[in-house]
């Protein structure tokens, strides 16, 4: 992850570190119909994943400058017996959205990749 996206006003600078649009990409891609949690990638023999607390939820996501604008990887778990291409649509609709109105910054691209799904609880 890059350490921040600056962009330039009238007013002076503002930086946005790739942690806060993380946090924003994390606490909505959470909020949306059938997403059960956030994936860790692990860099040990291959992809090792594990579910997620919901205060690790910067995790599983990259953010990249991508010609001033951001591109955003995400990893999550959808609930078993909902149509994967239907949340994976919702959650990158709702996550440019929402990083676009708080942060003002472009997003170029929202990939969503869902690595499991899980049933739910109860």
């Given at each position: 992850m890059e350490s921040g996206h600056a962009f330039t006003s009238a007013l002076?600078?503002?930086?946005?570190?790739?942690?806060?649009?993380?946090?924003?990409?994390?606490?909505?891609?959470?909020e949306c119909y059938g997403v059960v949690g956030m994936v860790a990638q692990g860099p040990v023999k291959g992809p090792v994943r594990r579910l997620l607390?919901?205060?690790?939820?910067t995790q599983g996501i990259e953010i990249a400058r991508d010609d001033g604008g951001v591109t955003i990887d995400l990893?999550?778990?959808?609930?078993?017996?909902?149509?994967?291409?239907?949340?994976?649509?919702?959650?990158?609709?709702?996550?440019?959205?929402?990083?676009?109105?708080?942060?003002?910054?472009?997003?170029?691209?929202?990939?969503?990749?869902?690595?499991?799904?899980?049933?739910?609880?109860?």
């Open positions: 002076g600078r503002i930086t946005i570190s790739s942690e806060a649009i993380a946090r924003i990409v994390g606490e909505t891609a959470l607390r919901r205060d690790e939820t990893h999550v778990v959808v609930e078993y017996g909902l149509n994967l291409a239907e949340v994976a649509s919702t959650v990158r609709n709702r996550v440019a959205y929402e990083v676009e109105r708080l942060t003002g910054l472009a997003v170029r691209a929202v990939e969503v990749h869902i690595d499991d799904v899980r049933r739910g609880a109860g």
